[in-house]
């Protein structure tokens, strides 16, 4: 009687598997790039709030590391001096920890959105270098400190060399000069001495941003600064930058002893007002129609352009995946991306790997079945 009942779960079994009955779970990204390197996503507060519940799935499904969009800048979590708001900053690591994934903290010290009491006195005055570093420290140590841990690596400076490798003439280098980099790392390390660091910035492919980075990562080196990473900002268009060199930085920066993380990728397929636009917020453009084509959606040779694109970096990525440790889209679906605001407002663009329906586009089982693969 034993024997016949094995017989019949076994039976019964074989028959719903080739009925469908028994799904077989598709790969991920996070499978297809598991022992190479994190997947990560920017999540956003409707995300973080479990509100959108398409794009949490996605997330959940396809992603180990999450990165706070905008939660985390400065001007949100200090908007007044003295009075901090953790709110959906507690709960983006809450949802970080309770799904296994690698916390990225973004960003501490960055010239755009930073709350404009940060470098005033009451008259509207710039402060004096000294008042600037104490709110430098402050900011810092009790925003690291509060997720001591929890938060496993920091963007701690953002965006502070020009295209020509000079340094930004922002109001923490107006005041503080070439030091403020320098404190923020320390500052950062205090806090958290097990946290990872970053340096993060965009067009890290221009040859004169490029040694502008290594430069300064150098002389923080020299001085004996502790930074872990370097972030390379992902923002793509259809023909800038070129891979190759793409390449050449993300080498050269390897070169300096640092982790190499792919931050904020997409790849917008809008035509550009300006080349040299970059990724600068502060760069905003007059909507006009010819820059808008794709407002009733996306041409099929225009989409197989795009996912070419995605799958060649994708297999540059993998190429030095001993080099990578990280490779964050900025966002989860095309709705979500910051390009259809940006550098001019009301657009329609499609450039993250999932659409605006939470679907995958067809170049991320591309991507899945490359890295795949490999293993």
Same mark, same amino acid.
């Given at each position: 009687m034993k024997s016949f009942k094995l017989f019949t779960i076994a039976l019964i079994s074989v028959l719903l598997v080739n009925c469908g009955a028994v799904e077989q779970k598709s790969p991920t990204l996070k499978d297809a790039f598991d022992g190479k390197f994190y997947i990560g996503t920017a999540l956003n507060a409707d995300q973080i709030l479990e509100e959108d519940t398409g794009a949490v799935r996605v997330v959940k499904a396809h992603f180990n590391s999450i990165t706070a969009e905008n939660i985390m800048k400065s001007e949100i979590i200090q908007p007044i001096e003295g009075e901090f708001d953790f709110d959906l900053a507690d709960k983006f690591v809450e949802f970080g920890e309770k799904n296994g994934m690698k916390i990225i903290g973004h960003t501490?010290?960055?010239?755009?959105?930073?709350?404009?009491?940060?470098?005033?006195?009451? /008259? !509207?005055?710039?402060?004096?270098?000294?008042i600037l570093k104490e709110r430098m420290k402050t900011h810092i140590t009790t925003f690291v400190s509060r997720y001591k841990g929890r938060v496993k690596g920091w963007d701690v400076v953002n965006e502070c060399i020009n295209d020509d490798g000079s340094w930004r003439n922002s109001k923490f280098y107006q005041i503080l000069g070439e030091d403020f980099v320098r404190y923020a790392f320390e500052f950062a390390h205090e806090a958290d001495p097990d946290a990872e660091l970053y340096y993060n910035d965009y067009s890290m492919?221009?040859?004169?941003r490029r040694q502008g980075v290594i430069n300064m990562v150098k002389s923080l080196q020299e001085q004996g600064v502790r930074i872990d990473g370097i972030g390379m /900002? !992902?923002?793509?268009?259809?023909?800038?930058?070129?891979?190759?060199?793409?390449e050449k930085s993300l080498l050269a920066f390897a070169d300096l002893g640092v982790q190499i993380m792919i931050t904020e990728l997409d790849l917008s397929v809008l035509p550009s007002p300006r080349r040299d636009v970059g990724a600068n917020v502060a760069s905003i453009f007059e909507y006009q129609k010819e820059i808008n084509p794709y407002a009733d959606g996306l041409p099929e040779d225009v989409q197989e352009k795009q996912f070419k694109r995605y799958a060649d970096f994708f297999r540059l990525f993998l190429k030095h995946q001993d080099k990578i440790d990280r490779v964050t889209l900025w966002g989860v679906n095309d709705a979500q991306s910051w390009k259809n605001d940006w550098p001019v407002n009301g657009r329609t663009d499609y450039t993250l790997?999932?659409?605006?329906?939470?679907n995958p586009k067809p170049v991320v089982e591309t991507i899945i079945k490359e890295a795949t693969a490999e293993n």
């Open positions: 501490l010290v960055w010239h755009s959105q930073a709350p404009k009491w940060f470098f005033v006195d009451e /008259q !509207g005055n710039d402060v004096s270098p000294e492919a221009n040859p004169g /900002q !992902g923002h793509l268009n259809m023909d800038y930058p070129s891979i190759e060199e793409f790997l999932f659409d605006r329906n939470n």
